[in-house]
């Protein structure tokens, strides 16, 4: 038995025998409340147009906000999915490719310095490594190196990062051959004009739809995900572009912008596979292919994300729309959420023109500008041997001078200082 949930005519089955009253009641008071509040047409469709003119019938289906809640089970399924992916296949193919991990030197037991790690920061200050050298009886050097091997022992290993990278690959490229396949035969795909062809009175199609979910439910289970991935330098930005892109798929489908919406998916995920690719070629030591392919990367996202997107995408859903319809609550929105992609697609563009930059003046892009490199163990300990070498041999020199002054009545300054300036 079904009934309509008020005006989005979304079948729902109601069993009145099985269920206790209250929670029937409860219902309906959830449904009211999201359709005075959230599914107002005000705010979904352009003026003049309710949830009532696109009811379904049985040659057509347009979408309805209840449809996203198949994106939840999607996120868990692939969450699920990719922990066992990276358990059978990401790693076992790390070991084929030849990926080895960084001898890490273990720091030896220090109580007190384990406490402060633990509970104040990883990062002591001057001052703070000077109290903590005092309290340890240790000198203010191995303090600085204990601190240092700690860390390493934080960071994440190579064998991690290559199997979230190849994660990520598997997805990007599936994502974007099923939206390729999807969108090869469609006429928005060629001519963006035809985004407005009868909107919103566009049919749902089943292909979209899997589409969709695939997308909500990748980029739902990365959230989900987050606090056990490896952090990276744009933290901060990657939250925003996962949110941005979350709010963009589900009030896309929400407004029946299913046309627009695919095509950002599309252009947005033809160049990831390629980034992650060379992430994973890096991590195995494959430097010439991750060299080549990091510049078939740079070239894609440069096309797709620097030029496509904003002067045939944006503008279409900017300017092209108000030809048809005028500008809505989900007009504005639509486009804010794209143009906060765009400024993150400048942001990342620069990274990438600084990853450039290093391969053109240092002939290498060893590391990922994103990544959190690892800090040699041994560097603060040579430099401080360095300087310590540097004084002694300084101070001999200058006793030797001073000698050769006495006896000889002749002091030549500049070999005095040659070896301490």
């Known amino acids: 038995m079904l009934r309509s949930c008020g005006d989005l005519s979304c079948p729902t089955p109601v069993y009145p025998l099985l269920l206790p009253s209250g929670v029937i009641q409860l219902g309906v008071s959830m449904d009211t409340l999201l359709n005075q509040w959230l599914w107002r047409h005000e705010y979904w469709l352009p003026p003049g147009i309710t949830w009532e003119d696109m009811k379904e019938t ?15 089970p999607c996120a868990f399924l692939l969450t699920a999915l990719r922990f066992v992916f990276e358990r059978f296949v ?11 991990e960084k001898y890490k030197r273990k720091p030896s037991v220090k109580p007190i ?13 001057e001052i703070e490594v000077r109290y903590l050298s005092a309290e340890s009886k240790m000198q203010i050097r191995q303090v600085e190196h204990w601190f240092r091997c700690r860390r390493n022992q934080d960071r994440p290993s190579v064998t991690k990062k290559f199997c979230e990278a190849s994660w990520r690959f598997t997805m990007y490229l599936i994502s974007f051959l099923t939206g390729f396949v999807v969108l090869i035969n469609k006429p928005w795909f060629w001519d963006q004009q035809e985004f407005w062809t009868d909107y919103p009175y566009q049919p749902l199609e089943i292909s979209l739809y899997i589409y969709y979910m695939l997308q909500l439910g990748f980029y739902s289970s990365m959230l989900l995900t987050l606090a056990f991935d490896i952090k990276r330098k744009d933290l ?18 929400c407004a ?18 390629f980034l992650e690719l060379a992430k994973m070629c890096n991590y195995s030591k494959w430097k010439r292919t991750c060299i080549a392919l990091f510049i078939i990367f740079a070239l894609v996202f440069s096309i797709t994300r620097l030029f496509l997107l904003p002067t045939r995408v944006i503008y279409s859903t900017y300017y092209s729309s108000m030809l ?10 639509f486009n804010s959420l794209l143009m906060t992609l765009q400024i993150l697609h400048f942001f990342w563009a620069y990274m990438i023109l600084r990853m450039i930059c290093r391969f053109i003046f240092t002939g290498t ?10 800090e040699s163990e041994g560097s603060g ?18 006793n030797t001078v001073s000698r050769k002054t006495q006896d000889n009545g002749v002091g030549k300054i500049n070999n005095g200082h040659s070896k301490t300036s």
């Open 324 to 333: 048809i319809f005028e500008p809505f609550f989900g007009y504005y929105f």
């Open 365 to 374: 892009v060893d590391n990922d500008v994103r990544s959190d490199v690892e």
């Open 90 to 100: 990401a790693l076992p193919l790390s070991r084929k490719m030849g990926v080895r």
């Open 58 to 72: 049985e040659d057509f289906q347009y979408p309805r906000p209840r449809d996203l809640l198949f994106g939840v």
């Open 256 to 273: 029946n912008y299913i046309r627009a919406g695919t095509l950002v998916m599309l252009l947005h995920d033809a160049a990831d596979y």
């Open 236 to 253: 901060k930005e990657q939250i925003v572009h996962h949110f941005a892109t979350i709010f963009l798929i589900t009030f896309s489908y």
């Open 381 to 398: 300990e040579e430099n401080s041997s360095k300087s310590e070498m540097e004084t002694k041999t300084g101070n001999s020199n200058n």
């Open 113 to 125: 310095l384990e406490e402060f790690y633990s509970r104040k920061g990883k990062h002591p200050s």
